[in-house]
């Protein structure tokens, strides 16, 4: 009799510790990734008023400002972006990276007005000089053209750096291949 109680004993200790690492195993699988819901970083509980300040803060934003954080957004300048719109709305700056972050261009037509040329002078499949001459205000084009003139070729590549959303070599190769104005 001992022998069936001591067989007994062993079986159940065998089948409980069974039960456990099979618990143990199934809860340790790799569950199925949730969906990601963009929900803003939750520093501080926030009241009714403090939601309605922040719907207020984005009304304050003009066209023009919108405009530029849309240029500064599409040239993938986030940090003068979150700079610009904490400037125009006062808030903090974790809130205004999150909107930075998911800003997505205005495509409406008072904005359409109030774009820099940038994208107009970057946008051409092959940039030439002429594209570009078109696409910038005629006060730029005209420094662009003394500064050829005075052979100030680097002060050049920057004026078109600063007005077009073009990198060093683009816009040296543009400066180069520049018409040189004729002097008097």
């Given at each position: 009799m001992d022998l069936v109680i001591a067989v007994g004993s062993v079986f159940a200790?065998?089948?409980?510790?069974?039960?456990?690492?099979?618990a143990a195993l199934r809860s340790m699988?790799?569950?199925?990734?949730?969906?990601?819901?963009?929900t803003p970083s939750p520093t501080m509980a926030r009241s009714v008023a403090s939601t309605s300040t922040?719907?207020?803060?984005?009304?304050?934003?003009?066209?023009?400002?919108?405009?530029?954080?849309?240029?500064l957004v599409a040239a993938g300048q986030k940090i003068q972006a979150i700079k610009l719109y904490r400037q125009h709305t006062g808030v903090r700056l974790q809130e205004a990276k999150d909107r930075i972050d998911h800003w997505s261009v205005s495509t409406t037509a008072p904005h359409l007005a109030a774009v820099s040329n940038a994208a107009?002078?970057?946008?051409?499949?092959?940039a030439t000089p002429s594209s570009v001459r078109g696409a910038l205000p005629a006060s730029v084009v005209s420094e662009v053209d003394r500064l050829i003139a005075g052979d100030?070729?680097?002060?050049?590549?920057?004026?078109?750096?600063?007005?077009?959303?073009?990198g060093l070599k683009q816009?040296?190769?543009?400066?180069?291949?520049?018409?040189?104005?004729?002097r008097l």
């Amino acid at each position: 009799m001992d022998l069936v109680i001591a067989v007994g004993s062993v079986f159940a200790a065998i089948v409980i510790g069974a039960v456990i690492v099979a618990a143990a195993l199934r809860s340790m699988r790799p569950k199925a990734p949730e969906p990601q819901v963009y929900t803003p970083s939750p520093t501080m509980a926030r009241s009714v008023a403090s939601t309605s300040t922040s719907t207020a803060a984005t009304s304050q934003l003009t066209p023009a400002a919108i405009a530029e954080v849309d240029r500064l957004v599409a040239a993938g300048q986030k940090i003068q972006a979150i700079k610009l719109y904490r400037q125009h709305t006062g808030v903090r700056l974790q809130e205004a990276k999150d909107r930075i972050d998911h800003w997505s261009v205005s495509t409406t037509a008072p904005h359409l007005a109030a774009v820099s040329n940038a994208a107009a002078a970057s946008s051409s499949i092959t940039a030439t000089p002429s594209s570009v001459r078109g696409a910038l205000p005629a006060s730029v084009v005209s420094e662009v053209d003394r500064l050829i003139a005075g052979d100030q070729k680097i002060q050049a590549i920057k004026l078109v750096r600063e007005h077009t959303d073009f990198g060093l070599k683009q816009a040296k190769d543009i400066v180069e291949a520049w018409p040189r104005p004729h002097r008097l």
